[in-house]
């Protein structure tokens, strides 16, 4: 069985079983997170490619499309420290095998996405200066980019998250040894802390407004704004908050009717505050504001009832597994099926946007199954055999 984390990792190997199964560390299984994920996702993929008053009253969730990524990145933290926690605490954390699990997971689909993304480099290239462009290149390669706000978009613009996730992973080992709060209400007062901190920047940009905009929204491109749009610091409470989440989660029991009621009112306030998204501060909404709302939901899902049961349905679930790959290749494979004339061709265009989403799904399915897991395992594989190396030589 494969621990999880959030954008980055699918969270568990499925298989058709109740739900007393566990993972390899002994902790219950989360499938209605898993199931959720890939609604997250598909969310992020009608964002950026449909008009939300399509979507009838889900329109407003779809037109804030882009809180789906501080949602996965507070679940990030929870599932990190939900499977590792315990592990930590028994002082059976090895730092090296985690930073060798997370980078195979992470580092094959990443580099296919670069490689389906190959013919944007072109318009990078006209976009940039030579010197900008070969260090959008490099540090792109190497999960750098999203430290430069004028180079986090490049090559693969959904891609900024993954050196802010890179940096979770490189953090978490010494965030999960931190003695945290035995006490409900440190615990409670800790998490309060860590949404004010996440406001901070929010709040500092809306007062300050570095970039002279008075009203800055989705097409806001100053220097000051990509920074706390798509450098890791900024987006480091959220992850930390679900980190945090994980030991309240372990205060409640799975079976607890609160869980249910917890659920429905984070889902439902996630609505609400979307719903009414134009009269929130955009900074505010894209990170930040939503950590409570998105920790409720998260809580409600992590037991056993009736929201769990829908959002575990096995369907879902599995297309949650390959949540990662559509997150990263929707963008840029979006434009290659677009541009290619293809649709038009064949006539299928007159099924669009819809077989365009499921082609995106379908080829997220599949990357998973021939990119992600055998690199994966290739990796993993390759690491073993040279440490093994110098033990077989002697």
């Known amino acids: 069985m494969r621990p999880a984390a959030a954008v980055l990792d699918p969270p568990i190997e499925i298989r058709p079983a109740g739900p007393k199964l566990s993972s390899s560390n002994g902790r219950s299984r989360l499938p209605a997170l898993t199931g959720l994920r890939i609604f997250a996702a598909l969310n992020l993929v009608f964002f950026h490619f449909s008009d939300p008053k399509q979507f009838g009253w889900l329109a407003p969730v779809v037109d ?4 789906s990524v501080s949602f996965f990145l507070l679940l990030s933290g929870f599932i990190l420290a939900y499977n590792y926690s315990d592990r930590a605490a028994r002082g ?21 996405s670069l490689i389906v993304s190959l013919g944007m480099l072109m318009a990078e290239f006209h976009a940039h200066s030579l010197p900008s462009f070969l260090a959008g290149v490099v540090l792109t390669l190497v999960l750098l980019q999203g430290w430069s706000p004028t180079l986090s978009t490049f090559w693969n613009t959904p891609a900024w998250t ?17 003695k945290r709060p035995k006490k ?15 406001m901070l920047g929010p709040a500092l940009y809306t007062w300050l407004h570095p970039d002279g905009d008075l009203h800055p929204g989705r097409y806001s491109n100053g220097w000051w704004i990509r920074a706390l749009k798509f450098t890791p610091p900024p987006h480091l409470p959220s992850f930390l908050f679900g980190v945090v989440l994980a030991d309240l989660n372990d205060r409640f029991a799975v079976a607890s009717r609160w869980r249910l009621w917890l659920g429905i009112a984070g889902l439902g306030s996630i609505y609400f505050v979307l719903a ?6 955009y900074v505010f909404l894209h990170d930040g504001l939503m950590m409570p709302l998105f920790g409720l939901a998260i809580l409600g899902l992590a037991g056993t009832n009736v929201l769990s049961r829908i959002f575990g349905f096995l369907p879902f679930v599995m297309l949650g597994e390959a949540s990662y790959c559509l997150y990263l290749l929707h963008f840029n494979l979006w434009a290659l099926i677009h541009d290619s ?18 082609l995106l799904v379908l080829a997220a399915v599949m990357a998973m199954k021939w990119i992600e897991r055998p690199g994966q395992r290739l ?5 073993r055999n040279q440490q093994n190396e110098p033990v077989a030589s002697r």
């Not at 004339?341 to 499921?358: A, H, N, Q, T």
């Not at 990796?379 to 690491?383: D, E, L, P, V």
């Open 341 to 358: 004339g293809v649709l038009e061709k064949s006539g299928l265009i007159r099924l669009d946007p819809w077989f365009s989403y499921l």
């Open 184 to 198: 409900l209400a440190w615990l409670l007062a800790l998490l309060l802390a860590l949404w004010c901190l996440g």
């Open 162 to 178: 993954m050196p802010t996730e890179a940096f979770f992973y490189l953090l978490f080992p010494m965030v999960i040894r931190w």
């Open 92 to 112: 059976q954390l090895r730092v090296g095998e985690f930073w060798l699990a997370r980078f195979s997971r992470l580092y094959p689909v990443y580099l296919f």
């Open 379 to 383: 990796i993993r594989t390759w690491f």
């Open 64 to 67: 804030n499309g882009y809180s």
């Open 276 to 281: 009414h998204g134009q009269s929130v501060p």
